[in-house]
C-alpha cells in the first residue's frame, strides 16, 4: 500500500533548476513510467524521490507523511539501478540477504526470504555464485531480487534494461510487468525508451527540461498529446510534423493547407484559428496510407522492410523523410512517385505555441 | 616475431641491469657485516667470512629493544593514519565539494616542505607536552608525516568503487559506517593493504625525526643504526652488521608482501 504526491518539487544545483517545480500524483500499485530525452531530468526526479538526491524545494509525500528529510532506507523504497550495482564481493543470496542483514533479520527468516525471490525470479541454481560469474539478464535479476526481498512499498526502477540486449530487454520488460502483477506493488519506472514506457505503464509522466509535458495513460499520450513535444516522443516511428496554413476553420474541424497546396480537414475544435493562421500538421505514419487520389504527392526515397509492415520515406511537402506506414505486402520500391491521403480524423494540429487543439472525438479506448 | 624477441631481450637485460644496481648497495652492506674490521676497509670479493661484528653489536646495544619501537611505532604510525586516512578519502571520493580537489593538492605540497623546516617548533611541542622521547609522539609524527600519501592512495582507489555500489547499499539501511565497513573496506581491501604496506616500510626507515625526537627509551633501528657511526672513526663492519639487522626485518616483510604491494599499486583496487 502505497500512494506518493509531490508538490512542486523542485531540485537545483547551486544557481542551475534541474526540476522546476513538479507536481504529480501516484496511485497505490500503479506503475508509473518517466520519460523523456536524455537530461531532461527524470532520474534525478527518482533519485529525489529514492532520497539518494536532497529535494531543494517542495514536499515529497509517501501515504500522506512528507518524507523530504528522511533517509532512504527509512521511506520503505528500494531501488534497481542502471548499472545493477551488485556487491561483487558478496554472493547471490547475500547480495539480496544484505538490506536485512543490515536490519539484523534472524538468518533463517532472511534465508526463507532470499529463497521465495529467488524462486520468482528463477535464480534458483545461481545462489551462491558472484556477480562476477553470472549474464547480464541474471545480475538484473538479482538487482530486482534484491528490492524484492526488502518488501517495498514503491520499487523504483532506473533505467533497468539498458544495459541489457534487444532480446533480453523484450523479455525482461514482459517479466517486469509480470512481476507488477504478482506484487501488486506501486512501481516508478525511468526510461529514455518510449516502447518501454508504452507497453509497460499505467501511467506515463514525458518530462522535458525539468517540467512535466504531459501525464496520462499510454493511449491517452498516443491519441490525444498536449503539445508537439509529447506527439514526437510518444509513438514510433515518429509522427510527422508538416508546417501549415489555417484555410478555414469551423465546426467540422480545421482545414489546412500545406505547401504543395494540398488541402486537408483535420477533425479538432477550432478554438481561437483564424485562417490565415500558421500551424502545424502532425500525421502519424500509421494514419497515412498509398491512395492514388491522396492529396499528398511524394517520391519514395527509402523503403524499410521490417517484414509484417513496412516504412515509406517520402520526399513530399518539403521534406525528405516523410514516414507513411504500409503493409509488409506493399510492392512499393524506392524512387517511385506515389501518392498519398491521410485520415483527417487521426491527425493532430498544433498552434504556433506547439499546443495541440483538443480533438473533437475522443478515441474509444480512451473515452 | 623475432623483433618483439629483441625486444623482450632488451627489456629483460635492461631490467635486470636496474635490479642489480639497487640490490648492490644491499649485497655490499651484508657482505661487509661478516668481514672483519680490517676486511671490511680494503674492499675485497673474497675474505674469511666472520660473525666477530654481529657478536660485538649484540654486545654494546639491546637490538631486541630498538626492534620493539621499530615495530610499534611503525605499526601505529601505519594504523592511525590509516585511521584517519579512511574517512577523509571516502568523504572526498564519494561527498566532494568544490573545495575537495585544493584540498587533496595542499595535503600533498605539505610533502614539499622540507622536515628540517619545522624541527624546532615540533620539537619544544615535544619538549612542553612531554613527548619526547615517546614511542606515542613518534607515533603521532609518523601518522601525520605519512597522512597525505595515505589519503592520496586511498582517495584514488575509492575512486574507482562505482557510486551507485555506495548508493545500492543506504538503500539497503546502511549507515554511512555501514557503507565503509560493509563494502567499502571490502571491495578496495587490496588497495588499502599496499597502502599500509607501503606506509609501513616509509615509517621503518623514518630516520629524521627518531634521530631528533628520541634518545634511548622509544628509540628504533634508524637510531641503532646511527649509534654505530661513531666519531672516533668509522668501523664498517660493525656499522654493516647493525644496519643489516635494522633492515632483514622490513626486507624480509617486503619480500613476502611485495606481489601484494605490485598489484595494489599498479593495478586498481576493484576487479
Known amino acids: 500500500m502505497a500512494t506518493l504526491s509531490l508538490r512542486n518539487v523542485r531540485k537545483a544545483y547551486g544557481p542551475v533548476e534541474v526540476i522546476k517545480g513538479i507536481d504529480l500524483d501516484i496511485d497505490d500499485r500503479e506503475f508509473v513510467v518517466f520519460v523523456g530525452p536524455s537530461g531532461c531530468g527524470k532520474s534525478t526526479l527518482l533519485r529525489m524521490i529514492a532520497g539518494l538526491e536532497q529535494i531543494t524545494g517542495g514536499d515529497l509525500n509517501i501515504d500522506g507523511k512528507r518524507v523530504n528529510e528522511v533517509g532512504p532506507a527509512d521511506r520503505g523504497l528500494a531501488m534497481v539501478f542502471q548499472s545493477y550495482a551488485l556487491y561483487p564481493h558478496m554472493t547471490v543470496s547475500e547480495n539480496m540477504g544484505f538490506a536485512l542483514r543490515l536490519a539484523k533479520v534472524p538468518k533463517a527468516e532472511r534465508d526463507t526470504k532470499v529463497k521465495e525471490a529467488a524462486r520468482i525470479l528463477q535464480l534458483g541454481p545461481y545462489l551462491d555464485r558472484k556477480p562476477k560469474d553470472l549474464s547480464g539478464g541474471q545480475r538484473q535479476r538479482v538487482a530486482i531480487g534484491r528490492a524484492i526481498v526488502r518488501a517495498p512499498k514503491v520499487f523504483l526502477f532506473d533505467e533497468p534494461l539498458s544495459n541489457l540486449d534487444a532480446a533480453l530487454r523484450g523479455q525482461t520488460r514482459i517479466e517486469i510487468a509480470r512481476l507488477h502483477e504478482e506484487l501488486a506493488t506501486t512501481m516508478i519506472y525511468v526510461t529514455h525508451d518510449q516502447v518501454e514506457a508504452m507497453t509497460m505503464a499505467d501511467k506515463i509522466v514525458v518530462l522535458q527540461a525539468g517540467r512535466v509535458e504531459q501525464v496520462g495513460s499510454p493511449l491517452e499520450l498516443y491519441h490525444n498529446p498536449a503539445n508537439i513535444f509529447v506527439a514526437g516522443f510518444i509513438g514510433s516511428p515518429r509522427m510527422n510534423v508538416i508546417d501549415a496554413t489555417v484555410v478555414s476553420a469551423g465546426g467540422g474541424g480545421v482545414e489546412v493547407r500545406l505547401p504543395s497546396g494540398a488541402q486537408i480537414v483535420v477533425e479538432v475544435a477550432a478554438g481561437a484559428m483564424q485562417p490565415g493562421m500558421p500551424v502545424r500538421l502532425g500525421i502519424r505514419p500509421e494514419a497515412m496510407r498509398i491512395d492514388p487520389s491522396g492529396p499528398i504527392a511524394g517520391e519514395v526515397r527509402l523503403v524499410e522492410r521490417l517484414g509484417g509492415l513496412t516504412l515509406l520515406h517520402l520526399g513530399a511537402e518539403g521534406r525528405d523523410d516523410l514516414i507513411v506506414q504500409v503493409e509488409g505486402t506493399s510492392a512499393v520500391e524506392a524512387h517511385q512517385a506515389v501518392r498519398v491521403s491521410a485520415d483527417g480524423a487521426a491527425c493532430h494540429l498544433f498552434d504556433a505555441d506547439g499546443l495541440a487543439l483538443p480533438r473533437l472525438a475522443r478515441h474509444q479506448l480512451v473515452a | ?271
Open chain 2, 1 to 271: 616475431m623475432t623483433d618483439s624477441l629483441a625486444k623482450r631481450i632488451l627489456v629483460a637485460v635492461l631490467g635486470w641491469a636496474v635490479a642489480l644496481l639497487l640490490f648492490f648497495p644491499i649485497f655490499w652492506m651484508v657482505l661487509t657485516s661478516f668481514k672483519s674490521e680490517t676486511d671490511a676497509i680494503t674492499a675485497r670479493l673474497f675474505f674469511q667470512p666472520t660473525l666477530a661484528s654481529y657478536g660485538e653489536v649484540f654486545a654494546r646495544a639491546d637490538y631486541l629493544a630498538f626492534a620493539f619501537n621499530s615495530i610499534a611505532i611503525s605499526l601505529g604510525g601505519t594504523v592511525l593514519a590509516l585511521a584517519l586516512a579512511i574517512p577523509a578519502a571516502y568523504s572526498m571520493a564519494f561527498h566532494p565539494t568544490p573545495r575537495t580537489r585544493g584540498t587533496l593538492l595542499w595535503m600533498l605540497s605539505t610533502k614539499m616542505l622540507p622536515p628540517v623546516g619545522v624541527l624546532v617548533p615540533i620539537y619544544l611541542l615535544f619538549r612542553t607536552t612531554g613527548l619526547l622521547d615517546t614511542r606515542s609522539g613518534l607515533i603521532g609524527i609518523y601518522a601525520l608525516m605519512n597522512l597525505p600519501i595515505v589519503v592520496w592512495m586511498l582517495f584514488t582507489f575509492y575512486k574507482e568503487v562505482p557510486h551507485e555500489i555506495l548508493e545500492a547499499g543506504r538503500m539497503d539501511g546502511a549507515t554511512t559506517w555501514g557503507e565503509v565497513y560493509h563494502l567499502l573496506m571490502p571491495l578496495t581491501l587490496p588497495g588499502v593493504a599496499s597502502t599500509g604496506l607501503l606506509s609501513l616500510i616509509l615509517c621503518w626507515n623514518e630516520a629524521f625525526w627518531s634521530l631528533n625526537l628520541t634518545s634511548s627509551h622509544a628509540a628504533p633501528l634508524t637510531a641503532f643504526i646511527a649509534s654505530f657511526s661513531s666519531p672516533e672513526g668509522l668501523f664498517f663492519a660493525k656499522l654493516s652488521a647493525a644496519s643489516t639487522m635494522a633492515v632483514a626485518p622490513i626486507l624480509i616483510f617486503g619480500w613476502f608482501s611485495q606481489k601484494q604491494l605490485v598489484q595494489g599499486l599498479t593495478f586498481g583496487a576493484v576487479k
